[in-house]
């Protein structure tokens, strides 16, 4: 077994704690983009069962929502993906931080690499969820248009 004093192991503790908040911010992501996953399904459920009993007009209108809605699905659905690896690369940081230290290791491209990708992962879900929202105002504006309801 590998034994580094505690001197030694408390500063890579201190830097291990930044990855550590990040994963809990990309948690709170994950848990905001699962819950508009499942909103856009139930909501294409809704409109899908709308659509068996509106009057062909209504139809064409009901089916370009379920294809933004679709669209919007997809698009959580990478930027889960996207927030997924961003925390499987901040944990990934940490457990190379820790041998880093523990294996008295000089050499920091591991760390930087992982970094790197996690930030690049989480910009890229932040970015996906943006154009969701943009294409759930779309939706609304939709909605706000069909003739009769207003």
């Not at 409109?47 to 068996?52: G, K, N, S, V």
């Not at 890229?124 to 248009?145: H, M, N, V, Y």
């Amino acid at each position: 077994m590998i034994s580094t004093p505690l001197t030694e192991l408390v500063p890579v503790l201190q830097v291990a704690i930044a990855p550590v908040i990040l994963i809990s911010g990309v948690g709170l992501l994950l848990l905001s983009l699962t819950n508009r996953f499942g909103r856009a399904a139930d909501r294409t459920r809704h409109i899908l069962r709308e659509m068996r009993e509106a009057p062909m007009e209504q139809r064409a209108q009901l089916s370009h929502q379920v294809q933004i809605i679709y669209r919007r699905a997809r698009l959580i659905q990478l930027a889960i993906v996207l927030g997924a690896l961003s925390a499987l690369f901040a944990a990934l940081l940490i457990l190379a931080l820790f041998f880093t230290a523990l294996l008295k290791w000089t050499t920091s491209e591991m760390i930087t690499i992982f970094f790197v990708c996690c930030l690049v992962c989480l910009v890229g879900a932040l970015g996906t969820f943006i154009l969701d929202i943009r294409l759930s105002l779309k939706a609304l504006k939709l909605e706000l248009d069909r003739p009769g309801e207003n």
